[in-house]
């Protein structure tokens, strides 16, 4: 594999004529926390959506993996959306592992690795609850074990904490170190406290634009 799990090169994007991604370039190493970080409306859930193949630049390119994103790379890639997609009416067990199967996971591995991953979470008991019975941060524990649950090589994560009360926010870093250690690759938005490196980006009447690259102890 490549150095690089995520390159990103010139990459542009327009809505109307307002320019909300704007030549942005990094790189994310193999097995390095990468905090991508600004402000509300700086661009960076617009940067990523490109990243995965979402959405198409205006301009620029996308390494993920060492390929442009086409659909078996981002079989290895996890990715936690910053807007919640877990259907409302399904079971948490289910929902999950409609994931897991559209992943290219058996149904025992998909029901093994889910165990496993709601246990950590603590909501193996939530199991058979309906989505829609969850709580806000309960939810997005339950979208976090969907991005892990095939094992990917490379997590992207927007906005991972949003609705997790403090302890959940240390039981999800633990896991993404714990994950790191063992060898595993993270991209993680807004994490500021597990980042090694990080893109910090303006706004205000410069938004959109990236105004500098920080580089973390690690
Ligand atoms: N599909 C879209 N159409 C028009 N404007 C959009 C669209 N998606 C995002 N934007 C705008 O682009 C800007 C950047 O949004 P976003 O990438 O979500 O920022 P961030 O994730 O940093 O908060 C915002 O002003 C947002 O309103
Ligand atoms: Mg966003």
Redesign the pocket.
């Known amino acids: 594999m490549t150095e690089n799990v995520l390159q990103v090169e010139g990459l542009t994007?327009t809505?109307?004529t307002?320019t909300?991604?704007d030549n942005v370039s990094f790189e994310v190493k193999r097995g390095e926390i990468f905090g991508f970080l600004?402000?509300?409306?700086?661009?960076?859930?617009?940067?990523?959506?490109m990243a995965l193949g979402i959405?198409r630049p205006d301009a620029g390119s996308v390494s993920i993996l060492g390929l442009p994103p086409y659909r078996n790379v981002l079989k290895g890639v996890g990715y936690l959306p910053?807007e919640r997609g877990l259907p409302r009416k399904t079971l948490v067990l289910d929902a999950i592992r409609y994931l897991g199967r559209l992943k290219g996971l058996t149904f025992t591995e998909a029901e093994d690795r889910i165990d496993e991953l709601l246990r950590k979470v603590n909501l193996y008991e939530h199991r058979k609850k309906k989505v829609e019975t969850l709580s806000r941060g309960m939810a997005q524990l339950v979208q976090f074990v969907t991005a892990l649950v095939h094992d990917p090589k490379f997590i992207i994560l927007?906005?991972p904490f949003s609705g997790l009360d403090p302890l959940n926010v240390e039981l999800m870093k633990e896991m993404l170190l714990e994950r790191q250690r063992a060898g595993g690759h993270y991209h993680v938005q807004h994490a500021c406290h597990v980042r090694r490196r990080g893109v910090v980006?303006a706004?205000g009447t410069d938004?959109?634009r990236p105004s500098a690259a920080v580089r973390g102890p690690g």
Not at 38 to 49: A, C, E, L, V
């Open positions: 994007k809505f109307g307002r909300v991604v600004g402000p509300n409306g700086s661009g960076k859930t617009t940067t990523i959506r959405l910053e927007d906005e980006r706004c938004c959109g």
